[in-house]
């Protein structure tokens, strides 16, 4: 079990690009969260599905950020016309996603690293 | 609303020494606990939890109890070493609002010196 993967590792962009970053979940694993980490904010939560459909969008700034899950084997969250202020470690994480959320363990990945100039 | 406090940003410690990194939590009815530990360049993975007020949940020679009337979930490890340097995350979870929502700590950054 290869675990979470995020690719890729690190990503630069100038201020005004798009951004795509990807996230292979557990095979098996029904639910998938998106995270943000920065040294000022720490870990917050940004979305997550479950089977597929967005269960939760709260976390995600309305404008710029969309995240969708075409199939069970990956996840994307796109950040259009990034801003320096996005940048951070975006950590994906997916649970078994059978019963409760509350109660499942979440498998990180790696993250991320987006770096806006 | 759900929130979870530690108020130790960094802790320092030499090998053998006893850790303790104190987490209080606030909300309403019966959470899920966790401890998380995050190593540089990694994500944070699953140290212990708990799901039931009052026990206590324990791994690698770490342990923490839910204490539903203190509302905390102190964390503690009589003897640590260098390989435990990382930052500890105390989670707290509970299904609210229609949905499930995981609250992390701000963390605390643990440093063992040789």
């Known amino acids: 079990n290869a675990g979470v993967i995020q690719t890729p590792r690190h990503k630069v962009t100038g201020k005004g690009q798009e951004a795509t970053l990807w996230c292979e979940p557990i095979s098996g694993h029904s639910a998938v969260f998106w995270y943000r980490q920065t040294i000022v904010q720490g870990l917050e939560f940004l979305t997550y599905?479950?089977?597929?459909?967005?269960i939760d969008d709260s976390g995600m700034p309305k404008e710029r950020f969309s995240a969708q899950m075409p199939n069970q084997s990956h996840s994307t969250l796109k950040i259009q016309s990034t801003q320096p202020q996005d940048s951070a470690v975006y950590l994906c994480?997916?649970?078994w996603g059978q019963g409760a959320l509350s109660a499942e363990t979440l498998y990180f990945g790696s993250g991320t690293r987006l770096t806006v100039l | 609303g759900n929130s979870v406090t530690q108020m130790q940003g960094q802790v320092t410690l030499s090998e053998e020494e006893f850790l303790f990194i104190n987490c209080t939590y606030s909300t309403t009815g019966y959470p899920t606990l966790f401890w998380y530990v995050q190593y540089p360049g990694e994500g944070p993975q699953l140290l212990l939890k708990v799901t039931t007020a009052n026990n206590k949940g324990s791994s690698r020679g770490f342990e923490a109890t839910y204490d539903k009337g203190t509302t905390s979930f102190h964390l503690q490890k009589a003897s640590v070493q260098e390989s435990d340097s990382a930052v500890y995350y105390c989670?707290?979870?509970?299904?609210?609002?229609?949905?499930?929502?995981?609250?992390f700590g701000k963390g605390t950054q643990l440093i063992i010196q040789p």
């Open positions: 989670v707290l979870a509970r299904y609210t609002g229609g949905a499930d929502r995981l609250t």
């Open positions: 994480a997916s649970s």
């Open positions: 599905f479950r089977n597929q459909a967005p």
